[in-house]
């Protein structure tokens, strides 16, 4: 749990998506509080073993979408908009946890520059063939431990409906099911 609260301090400092993940720092921040961007989780199941095909990168540009409509604008708000619309949408960050380095360059590509996703992305299976961790690794489970940890502790989400992940981080964060 630490770990992944240090985690979602670091992105409401700014700090990179790499820096986040491997700065072995605990997160804390003296001026932590002050002017923080909102971070919204997204835990986006797109495995062939969960859906009949993978989501297209139009239907990433939805749930990108449905993501920056979570976000606040501090620009968009002054001038009576409604949330996410208009421009000044900086102060949100996205952490997205997803399971394939494929599904990572389509969130990544639909989200932009304020996409952040813990870690490199591991090898599909074992990894044994590589000599690397995989998902389905002692690696892959802690992993997707933290992820979740990290998703559940975000300000607001964008979940997989009847996905047991999403339906856990909702669970952790307290939501009502």
Not at 74 to 99: H, L, M, S, Y
Request: hydrophobic letters at 40%; proline letters at 3%.
């Amino acid at each position: 749990m630490e770990a992944a609260e240090g985690y979602i301090r670091r992105l409401k400092r700014g700090a990179g998506a790499e820096a986040a993940a491997s700065d072995g720092t605990d997160g804390s921040d003296p001026a932590e509080g002050a002017d923080e961007p909102v971070v919204i989780g997204l835990h986006i199941r797109n495995g062939r073993d969960f859906r009949s095909k993978k989501l297209s990168t139009a239907q990433w540009g939805q749930l990108a979408a449905c993501a920056n409509i979570l976000a606040p604008s501090r620009d968009a708000n002054a001038q009576g908009e409604r949330r996410g619309e208009g421009r000044g949408v900086p102060e949100a960050r996205f952490v997205v946890a997803t399971e394939s380095g494929e599904s990572r360059r389509l969130a990544a590509a639909a989200l932009g520059q304020r996409a952040a996703f813990y870690g490199e992305a591991l090898e599909k299976g074992t990894g044994k063939s590589s000599g690397r961790n995989g998902t389905v690794s002692r690696e892959g489970a802690r992993r997707a431990l933290l992820e979740l940890l990290v998703v559940a502790r975000s300000d607001a989400y964008v979940l997989t409906p009847m996905s047991s992940f999403s339906e856990t981080v909702a669970a952790v964060a307290g939501m009502a099911g």
